[in-house]
């Protein structure tokens, strides 16, 4: 069901399974707190609709339309087997996170870590002079960005360089485009730092390479959402399924799940792994706190217009997540503030690719 905020006139959707039975129903728009009052009795839920045989003819034609191409197991496995043709980690970043994570890491290392890699060098120093950094054309060369940033923002540097040329693909399934999926990627890299930098600094690093990487599942599954794209029309009709239900149902696994397998395949150690395959329901991820802070990076990001196509509407925040986090809703709004602000510096010089 779509509501309107009276206030800010912000449109979101709500699953209708999610709807509580009764007439009315009261939800806090996420954006500007105003509390909404939605009567149910004047809308059609979606437990109404499927009632109607037309409803149940498009679920039907959707299950047929399914079965001319494997889903499930077979096209997971399918996709997994053909792995080996899809981009690799770059081999910098990987280095640059093993790096970081030591605790007798230096610049040194780090420096002529991309001094050989002329194009990620040229994409740390256009970074480096953002004005998110705080260096706006002060930044001439890599060791003068190590000297000033210092080794753990430097890795970071090289991180953001070296994803985004995996993380640059126009998505045709998702209805993303490549600048889109990477404005949301950097949103929710950047959000689920500054979450997770409100309970210890040190767990920022792994929080922004966690952000940058949970939506890759979408890179690879992109192909196989378009080649279904009616059966996802069908199956969602007038806003009553959303993207990721559809994900499920049609493919048999959502972009989360395929995440997950590339994070095995690159090596990502274990939490930001599990992290990555619960972002959208933590909940069930037996309280991995990266998993929480991700997810609300992510619903901060789609509810401030740092989409992710198809599936940012009718996203929702899970509950019990802002409780998990220890958080208020007053925090959100700063959270939110400072999120925003952050990627707009960020995004004024970042190469897409
Ligand atoms: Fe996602
Ligand atoms: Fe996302």
Known sequence: MKIKCSKCNKVYKIPDEKLPAGKKYAVQCPACKNRIVIDLQSQPTQKQSLNTSKSVEKKETVLSLGQKRPSGMTLKYGILRSLGDLPAMPHIVQKAQEIIAKPDSNLKELSSLIEIEQAI??????????????????????????????????????????????????????DLSSEDLWRHSIAVAVGSRIIAGRKDPEFGNEAFFAGLVHDAGKVVLDQHVYERKDDFETFMGNGQHTFLSAEKEILGFDHSEMAFELCQKWQIPSNQSDAIKFHHCPSKSEGNELAYILHLADFIAMMN??????????????????????????DLNDIQSQVIESVEKMLQEIPSG
């Open 121 to 174: 060098a040229t994409r740390v120093l256009k970074l480096a002079n953002s004005t998110y950094y705080g260096l706006s054309g002060k930044v001439s060369s890599v060791q003068h960005a190590s000297v000033l940033l210092g080794y753990k923002t430097l890795g970071e540097l090289i991180t953001v360089a070296g994803i985004s040329g995996l993380m640059d693909k126009n998505l045709n399934g998702y």
């Open 305 to 330: 217009g740092y989409g992710a196509g198809q599936d940012s509407s009718m996203y929702q925040m899970e509950e019990g997540t802002l409780e998990f986090l220890s958080l208020q809703d007053k």
